[in-house]
């Protein structure tokens, strides 16, 4: 079977198609010249032209499932992976951040050359993904979520491999829910993933539903992460006041405490 995997390469498949085609075609001269009468007849012609005829049903068989069979047993198995250890972080301000790392894995039978990723992420998280330059990639607007994609074509993805995206998606957000769902997709030259994306021109509304998806979770202890300086700075005025506001609480507490004693 890994032979066979191996020898059925695209151009291996369109020489071996265009072989079934011209000895059918071949076939079918001699059929048709039998009808014609330009062939002698006889007991043993006719057994030879049943067979012939025979073998031209097989083969003509054999040319219309092929193509099928090949494009089920060739489908991508793919899927993207992201970080198992990664989690939403409760900063200071009380806002959850992180970025996430997606890996592509491979489990199919073929070596992806090229294809296109499709993060569709809860415009919630406000994410911004970022090529391994540094760039951001835009996105547009689907409903409640953000549709960013991209193309990977200079790394190639072996079977039974993964392959870290050359991305990073960064979100930052103020709800503290304990996971969120980000949908996906994958095109690829063997078709897409998941298969039921074929039925769709463009990604929208309606090819929400038929996504992939993988969960993203959030920290669900109290364990709070200092600020760095840059958001200490901007926190500076709020910090300020809380701080001002325990002075004064403590201030005020031993004189009502002497009031009490007075009183006593």
Same mark, same amino acid.
């Given at each position: =079977?890994?032979?066979i995997t191996?020898? =059925? @390469?695209?151009?291996t498949?369109g020489?071996a +198609?265009?072989?079934? +085609? /011209?000895?059918a075609?071949l076939i079918?001269i001699?059929?048709?010249?039998d009808l014609l %009468?330009l062939?002698p &007849?006889g007991?043993?012609?006719?057994?030879l032209? /049943? %067979?012939?005829?025979?073998? !031209?049903?097989?083969m003509i068989?054999? /040319?219309?499932?092929l193509?099928?069979y090949?494009?089920?047993?060739f489908?991508?198995?793919?899927?993207?992976?992201?970080?198992?250890t990664?989690?939403? &972080?409760?900063?200071f301000?009380?806002?959850?951040k992180?970025?996430?790392?997606l890996s592509?894995?491979?489990?199919? &039978?073929?070596t992806l050359k090229?294809?296109?990723w499709h993060?569709?992420?809860?415009r919630g998280l406000n994410?911004?993904v970022q090529d391994s330059r540094?760039?951001i990639?835009? +996105?547009?607007k689907i409903?409640?979520?953000d $549709?960013?994609?991209?193309?990977?074509?200079d790394?190639?993805v072996?079977?039974?491999?993964n392959l870290? !995206?050359?991305?990073r998606?960064?979100?930052d @957000?103020a709800d503290?829910?304990p996971?969120?769902?980000?949908? $996906?997709?994958? @095109?690829t030259? $063997?078709g897409h993933f998941?298969k039921? =994306?074929?039925?769709h021109?463009r =990604?929208?509304?309606?090819a929400?539903a038929?996504? /992939?998806?993988l969960?993203v979770?959030a920290?669900?202890? #109290?364990?709070?992460?200092p600020?760095t300086e840059?958001?200490?700075a901007?926190a500076q005025? #709020?910090?300020?006041?809380?701080?001002?506001k325990?002075q004064?609480?403590a201030?005020k507490?031993?004189?009502m405490?002497s009031d009490?004693?007075?009183?006593?």
């Amino acid at each position: =079977m890994l032979i066979i995997t191996l020898l =059925m @390469t695209d151009k291996t498949i369109g020489r071996a +198609a265009a072989g079934i +085609a /011209a000895l059918a075609a071949l076939i079918a001269i001699v059929f048709v010249a039998d009808l014609l %009468g330009l062939i002698p &007849t006889g007991p043993f012609w006719e057994n030879l032209f /049943a %067979g012939v005829l025979s073998g !031209l049903i097989i083969m003509i068989a054999v /040319a219309l499932l092929l193509p099928h069979y090949l494009k089920i047993y060739f489908a991508p198995r793919v899927r993207l992976q992201p970080d198992e250890t990664f989690r939403l &972080t409760r900063y200071f301000d009380g806002r959850y951040k992180g970025t996430l790392l997606l890996s592509i894995r491979n489990d199919g &039978t073929r070596t992806l050359k090229s294809f296109y990723w499709h993060l569709i992420v809860p415009r919630g998280l406000n994410p911004v993904v970022q090529d391994s330059r540094g760039r951001i990639i835009g +996105a547009r607007k689907i409903g409640d979520y953000d $549709y960013i994609r991209g193309l990977v074509d200079d790394r190639p993805v072996f079977p039974s491999s993964n392959l870290e !995206l050359p991305i990073r998606v960064a979100f930052d @957000t103020a709800d503290a829910r304990p996971d969120w769902e980000i949908k $996906y997709s994958l @095109t690829t030259e $063997y078709g897409h993933f998941p298969k039921e =994306m074929e039925l769709h021109q463009r =990604m929208d509304q309606s090819a929400l539903a038929d996504c /992939a998806e993988l969960k993203v979770y959030a920290e669900t202890n #109290q364990e709070i992460v200092p600020l760095t300086e840059e958001e200490r700075a901007a926190a500076q005025p #709020q910090i300020e006041k809380i701080e001002l506001k325990v002075q004064n609480e403590a201030v005020k507490e031993p004189a009502m405490q002497s009031d009490t004693a007075a009183l006593l």
